[in-house]
């Protein structure tokens, strides 16, 4: 039985992200263990020697959502209709999404500082220097730079992101996000990069922002001065809904910010999906957005602008034959950046390491080790499922997890 079949059986396809192949033999829900790895896996060798030769101080995960429902009343907002029933396709989404962070509030603490408290409780099991960078994220925008609420999947506020990251500086550091339709959008920015900001979080089909309009282009023009990047989904969206996202995912859209100058992090390294062509046109054919994103990594004017996270790519539905492609182009790995997209790694049905074991990238034992380490702690499993993985001898560099110094 497909896992794709087993979700739907159960009422759970919409989890499935399409394309899956493997049945959740990790569970279907996550048993949030809120306790430090156990001793026989903190010490196993294995879990060392995945920090053998990194300088952990430089090991920031440039990929973590920071999501809040608003009820520590710092700002954070998720769209009501992700929290009814009455919209049943997202509103499982949302409870896996709630459950794979195990922001399970007690009595003492509300959802938000929930949220924050299971992160700094999987940073624990991290070595000292580590950091997640968590993600604010902005609402949606129409063209005449009026947000749009009813448009918008969830708000991160900047100064909410910020607020943590003054709180916890040992654990964090931060990614802002500002709609560059938005009047204030060049001030807003300046503020984030006074205050510790990284660079700046895009999702552009679900915030509504088109990369090859030239609304950007006051934006894109501060961008460069600054020497400030853009973190950008790309490719094929199915974790929330994108109403822009045929039409915007395209990698090839952000030429017009490239020929600026700006310095663009594809995620997920456009994995997922395929895109017009545009370099022949608005009637070019379809091609994979990975090959659209390789092509501009491939770019020789781009070589110090294109980047790509390697957050998502292990998911089960992305194709194996797009994973070994990454894995094996050396030449790319000085402009990948390691990344998890959490919480997604604790939504149990969305990965399996022995997808990985049966193509021959891992071995059985350390795709079981990887199991029991996910049930503690998913960041961790993430991490080193992608230190681990290898590709006809081919593996993921250090200087893909060593990724403070892109920032």
């Given at each position: 039985?497909?896992?794709?079949?087993?979700?739907k059986s159960?009422?759970?396809?919409?989890?499935?992200?399409?394309?899956?192949?493997?049945l959740?033999?990790?569970?279907?829900?996550?048993?949030?263990?809120?306790?430090?790895?156990?001793k026989?896996?903190?010490?196993?060798?294995?879990?060392q020697?995945?920090?053998?030769?990194?300088?952990?101080s430089k090991?920031?995960?440039?990929?973590?959502?920071?999501?809040?429902?608003?009820d520590?009343d710092?700002?954070?907002?998720?769209?009501p209709?992700?929290?009814?029933s009455?919209?049943?396709?997202?509103?499982?989404?949302?409870?896996?999404?709630?459950n794979g962070?195990?922001?399970?509030?007690?009595?003492?603490?509300t959802?938000?500082?929930?949220y924050?408290?299971?992160?700094?409780?999987?940073?624990?099991?991290?070595?000292?220097g580590?950091?997640?960078m968590?993600?604010a994220?902005d609402?949606?925008?129409?063209?005449?730079?009026e947000?749009d609420?009813a448009?918008s999947?969830?708000?991160?506020p900047?100064?909410y992101?910020?607020?943590q990251?003054?709180r916890?500086?040992?654990?964090?550091?931060?990614?802002?996000?500002?709609?560059p339709?938005?009047?204030?959008?060049?001030?807003?920015?300046e503020?984030?990069?006074?205050?510790?900001?990284r660079?700046?979080?895009?999702?552009?089909g679900?915030?509504g922002?088109?990369?090859?309009?030239?609304l950007?282009?006051?934006?894109?023009?501060?961008l460069?001065?600054?020497?400030?990047?853009?973190?950008?989904?790309s490719?094929?969206?199915?974790?929330v809904?994108v109403?822009e996202?045929?039409?915007?995912?395209?990698?090839?859209?952000?030429?017009?910010?490239?020929?600026?100058?700006?310095?663009?992090?594809?995620?997920?390294?456009?994995?997922?999906?395929?895109?017009?062509?545009?370099?022949?046109?608005?009637?070019?054919?379809?091609?994979?957005?990975?090959?659209?994103?390789?092509?501009?990594?491939?770019?020789?004017?781009?070589?110090?602008?294109v980047?790509?996270?390697?957050?998502?790519?292990?998911?089960?539905?992305?194709?194996?034959?797009?994973?070994?492609?990454?894995?094996?182009r050396?030449?790319?790995?000085?402009?990948?950046?390691?990344?998890?997209d959490?919480?997604?790694?604790?939504?149990?049905?969305?990965?399996?390491?022995?997808?990985?074991?049966?193509?021959?990238?891992l071995?059985?034992r350390?795709?079981?080790?990887?199991?029991?380490?996910?049930?503690?702690?998913p960041a961790?499993?993430?991490?080193?499922?992608?230190r681990?993985?290898?590709?006809?001898?081919h593996?993921?560099?250090?200087?893909v997890?060593?990724t403070?110094?892109?920032?």
């Amino acid at each position: 039985m497909k896992r794709r079949d087993f979700l739907k059986s159960a009422g759970l396809l919409p989890l499935a992200l399409t394309g899956c192949q493997y049945l959740p033999f990790d569970g279907v829900v996550n048993p949030c263990l809120k306790v430090q790895l156990p001793k026989y896996l903190r010490e196993h060798e294995l879990v060392q020697a995945v920090w053998e030769g990194l300088d952990a101080s430089k090991v920031w995960d440039v990929h973590t959502h920071l999501i809040g429902i608003g009820d520590s009343d710092e700002g954070a907002w998720v769209n009501p209709n992700m929290q009814s029933s009455a919209n049943l396709w997202r509103y499982i989404q949302f409870k896996f999404y709630i459950n794979g962070s195990c922001a399970n509030p007690d009595k003492k603490e509300t959802m938000d500082q929930a949220y924050v408290n299971r992160l700094l409780q999987l940073h624990n099991d991290m070595p000292e220097g580590f950091r997640f960078m968590l993600l604010a994220f902005d609402y949606y925008y129409n063209e005449k730079g009026e947000y749009d609420k009813a448009q918008s999947v969830f708000y991160t506020p900047n100064r909410y992101v910020l607020k943590q990251t003054k709180r916890y500086p040992g654990q964090f550091k931060w990614i802002a996000s500002i709609h560059p339709y938005r009047e204030d959008s060049v001030e807003e920015l300046e503020f984030v990069i006074k205050n510790g900001a990284r660079a700046i979080k895009w999702l552009p089909g679900a915030m509504g922002i088109n990369p090859a309009s030239q609304l950007c282009d006051r934006f894109y023009d501060a961008l460069v001065k600054y020497n400030f990047p853009i973190l950008t989904h790309s490719g094929e969206e199915h974790a929330v809904d994108v109403p822009e996202e045929k039409r915007y995912e395209n990698p090839l859209l952000f030429r017009r910010a490239l020929d600026k100058g700006v310095r663009v992090i594809f995620a997920h390294c456009a994995t997922m999906g395929e895109s017009t062509d545009l370099d022949k046109g608005e009637k070019g054919a379809k091609v994979a957005n990975l090959d659209l994103f390789g092509r501009l990594m491939d770019e020789t004017q781009y070589g110090k602008q294109v980047y790509g996270d390697i957050s998502a790519i292990t998911q089960i539905n992305r194709d194996r034959q797009m994973i070994e492609k990454i894995v094996s182009r050396e030449d790319w790995h000085e402009r990948l950046l390691y990344g998890s997209d959490y919480p997604l790694p604790g939504v149990m049905p969305v990965f399996s390491p022995w997808n990985f074991s049966d193509w021959g990238h891992l071995p059985l034992r350390e795709a079981n080790l990887l199991s029991d380490i996910r049930q503690y702690n998913p960041a961790l499993f993430d991490f080193m499922l992608k230190r681990r993985i290898k590709v006809n001898g081919h593996q993921f560099a250090t200087t893909v997890f060593e990724t403070s110094d892109k920032f």
